[in-house]
């Protein structure tokens, strides 16, 4: 079913991941203050998947990388699935009701993740549904706008809305790799509310009479991107370890028990480094040219000739237009790409220059110093 808000004057439908909801009202650049400022309220595509039961917390808390066994009753946490190579499967946000345990996804992640849920509750008390038609999710920062907007449901009593922990990160158990000096998340304070599918005809009517402002998801990408806020629809791929988004900081308690992916968390943080890093890239916009998700990216170096050797370093994970920063990137590179190369984004068949800022930094280093062993036969 179309959401109402498509219907209101201005709006553009969005397409691609955000398929559904409105893209934009007729001026990006205002509505990404009026978002930002807690003045305007997005609604986001989101697939819900409700876990009830008894067992359902410490079942969670079992497979998954964040501590969630003595998660509290309006409570939020995200946490990820990762497979055997810890390669990262599903982003999850989670809030529960105490009686029920709600996971937040991408709306294309809902069915797939109820379906393994499903296969793997064997016998204990859990029940797994998807309840993704039964909800819309209605996103903003903190500020007055929450005061005008439709309340949250609360089948249990307890009203399901999600408070995003990156700006508190790292969480505790949680492990940075960016700097805490300057990090633009602890200025993200984003939240989530669960509404009822049904209200959000009472939510255009209040934006057509003035009562209420709105942003599209053009707004939202621009000042997630702004946040360094990774997104499971956009920055993750089929090598994607949590290391290489810094999503250790708030998605992995890294001394929890084990679960799958565990032993290549551990190992990657102890002894390791992340074999990608991710990177906001301020571009040129002199061309007026925007690259989009998986445009290439290149680094030249000077050869011992003094000719350039261009090589393809990374790929654009999201591009956007914003109202400070002007066009900015995030991108997935490699990891031994110095921190402060220049790059050139080809976009469009357009070469696109772009300045390099480390979130996670080129020189991470292992969590454990762990000596070199003397080489057999060496002499001291």
């Given at each position: 079913m179309a959401s109402p808000l498509l219907g209101l004057p201005g709006a553009v439908a969005a397409d691609g991941i955000d398929e559904g909801v409105v893209a934009h009202y007729g001026n990006p650049f205002v509505e990404q203050r009026r978002l930002e400022d807690g003045r305007a309220l997005a609604e986001v595509p989101r697939g819900i998947v409700a876990v009830a039961g008894p067992d359902r917390r410490s079942w969670l808390d079992s497979m998954t990388s964040q501590s969630l066994a003595r998660l509290a009753p309006a409570e939020s946490a995200e946490t990820l699935f990762?497979?055997?190579?810890?390669?990262?499967?599903?982003?999850?946000?989670?809030?529960?009701?105490?009686?029920?345990?709600?996971?937040?996804?991408?709306?294309?992640?809902?069915?797939?993740?109820?379906?393994?849920?499903?296969?793997?509750?064997?016998?204990?008390?859990?029940?797994?549904?998807d309840r993704s038609a039964e909800f819309a999710v209605l996103a903003g920062a903190d500020g007055?706008?929450?005061?005008?907007?439709?309340?949250?449901?609360?089948?249990?009593?307890?009203?399901?809305?999600?408070?995003?922990?990156?700006?508190?990160?790292?969480?505790?158990?949680?492990?940075?790799?960016?700097?805490a000096d300057g990090h633009p998340g602890q200025f993200w304070h984003w939240r989530e509310r669960l509404v009822p599918v049904d209200s959000l005809g009472a939510l255009a009517q209040d934006a057509r009479a003035g009562r209420i402002e709105l942003a599209g998801s053009l707004a939202v990408e621009a000042i997630r991107v702004a946040a360094w806020r990774p997104r499971f629809a956009t920055e993750v791929d089929a090598k994607t370890i949590p290391h290489e988004l810094d999503w250790l900081r708030s998605?992995?308690?890294?001394?929890?028990?084990?679960?799958?992916?565990?032993?290549?968390?551990?190992?990657?943080?102890?002894?390791?480094?992340?074999?990608?890093?991710?990177?906001?890239?301020?571009?040129?916009?002199?061309?007026?040219?925007?690259?989009?998700?998986?445009?290439?990216?290149?680094?030249?170096?000077?050869?011992?000739?003094?000719?350039?050797d261009r090589r393809e370093v990374g790929r654009i994970t999201t591009a956007v237009q914003h109202h400070e920063l002007g066009p900015v990137a995030l991108a997935v590179v490699k990891r031994a790409v110095p921190g402060d190369l220049p790059f050139v984004v080809i976009a469009h068949d357009t070469e696109?220059?772009?300045?390099?800022?480390?979130?996670?930094?080129?020189?991470?280093?292992p969590a454990v110093d762990v000596p070199r062993l003397p080489r057999l036969g060496a002499r001291p």
């Open positions: 990762l497979d055997p190579n810890g390669h990262v499967e599903h982003a999850v946000r989670v809030v529960d009701d105490g009686e029920t345990a709600w996971l937040v996804v991408e709306p294309a992640e809902a069915a797939p993740l109820a379906a393994f849920l499903d296969r793997m509750r064997f016998m204990l008390q859990v029940e797994v549904a007055p706008v929450w005061d005008a907007a439709p309340e949250a449901a609360a089948p249990h009593g307890t009203p399901l809305e999600w408070r995003d922990p990156w700006s508190d990160a790292p969480t505790p158990g949680g492990h940075p790799y960016a700097s998605a992995v308690h890294v001394s929890k028990g084990c679960y799958k992916g565990q032993e290549t968390v551990a190992k990657v943080l102890n002894l390791g480094r992340p074999p990608r890093r991710l990177v906001l890239l301020h571009l040129d916009g002199s061309d007026t040219v925007l690259p989009v998700a998986g445009d290439p990216v290149f680094a030249d170096k000077t050869a011992a000739d003094g000719s350039l696109v220059a772009a300045a390099q800022q480390q979130i996670v930094p080129a020189d991470a280093a």
